[in-house]
């Protein structure tokens, strides 16, 4: 199986105006196999509404623990999101191209927003890209960050590599 990675955060994702100032930036990437699937919203799905069970887990602790302070939690987002539009996962869908996918969140610790992208790869493959930029506004949100940081870092390139088995 091959492993996600880190890569530069791409300049040409719609969501690189809003690189500038970030409290969270960053971008990791997997080669897609042979014969994967091309629809982007279908990786997306495979990558973000089949978790594994520890991402799982550690989604309903930040539920419990977030619910403390006001936060809403990942069903709640869902649950308004999906009475607005579409969503994967629990995030409300923002736009969506063929090669570009905009996930996110507006609250009133921070605003979230995640790119999905689908790209040439090397030797003539394809690359699964995925974008992340969190804007915090306050003390709660910057806790937030500084928190789930280190658990974000693990969390989005085991999504990649959920997606990437996608067929």
């Not at 790869?121 to 960050?145: D, K, P």
């Not at 693990?154 to 590599?161: D, G, K, T």
Request: positive net charge.
């Amino acid at each position: 199986m091959t492993k996600a990675y880190a890569v530069p955060v791409p300049s040409d994702s719609v969501l690189a105006p809003l690189y500038v100032g970030a409290d969270l930036l960053d971008a990791y990437a997997i080669q897609l196999p042979v014969g994967s699937n091309n629809d982007l919203e279908v990786l997306a799905r495979a990558g973000f509404e089949r978790q594994a069970w520890w991402i799982r887990a550690l989604t309903r602790v930040r539920d419990v623990v977030m619910a403390t302070v006001g936060v809403k939690s990942s069903r709640a987002v869902g649950a308004a999101a999906a009475a607005r539009g579409p969503v994967i996962g629990f995030f409300p869908l923002l736009s969506k191209t063929a090669r570009e996918l905009v996930l996110g969140e507006d609250d009133r610790h921070l605003d979230f927003r995640l790119a999905i992208l689908l790209r040439p790869g090397a030797a003539g493959g394809r690359e699964l890209v995925v974008v992340t930029v969190v804007h915090c506004h306050n003390w709660l949100g910057r806790t937030y960050i500084a928190v789930i940081a280190p658990l974000h870092r693990v969390i989005a390139p085991a999504s990649l590599e959920q997606a990437a088995r996608a067929k």
